[in-house]
Nanobody, 126 residues
Framework: HVQLVESGGGSVQAGGSLSISCAASGYTDKPLCMGWFRQAPGEELEGVAFMSSTDGDTDYADSVKDRFIISRDDTKNELYLQMNNLKPEDTAMYYC????????????????????WGQGTQVTVS
């Protein structure tokens, strides 16, 4: 069973930057696809960024493209999201998600293929 723990959230002024991390544990040697999602109050869960475990390809929501950067360090079993030029509309709870299923690669910003979720870390932009 995969455990995911996010960290690094906080409050920042518009135009600022913030980096959040996700530590993964309890998984096997099988490739683990991982991504970031967010949910603002009263809004649906939104896929933010994805990085393939096989070829390093990335995918981003249009709303964060050219501002957010996803990366991973498999030696540390960690996933990162560098968020730049933050806007008030980026305010949300950010979740790390993971899955062994290759179906994730077909719809990487959709939540349904992901089996494992962290508890989330709050990002507030004012």
């Amino acid at each position: 069973h995969v455990q995911l723990v996010e960290s690094g959230g906080g409050s920042v002024q518009a135009g600022g930057s913030l980096s959040i991390s996700c530590a993964a544990s309890g998984y096997t040697d099988k490739p683990l696809c991982m991504g970031w999602f967010r949910q603002a109050p009263g809004e649906e869960l939104e896929g933010v960024a994805f990085m393939s475990s096989t070829d390093g390809d990335t995918d981003y929501a249009d709303s964060v493209k050219d501002r957010f950067i996803i990366s991973r360090d498999d030696t540390k079993n960690e996933l990162y999201l560098q968020m730049n030029n933050l806007k008030p509309e980026d305010t949300a709870m950010y979740y790390c998600a993971a899955s062994y299923s290759p179906e994730v690669e077909e719809a990487p910003l959709e939540p349904s293929p992901y089996a494992f979720w962290g508890q989330g870390t709050q990002v507030t932009v004012s």
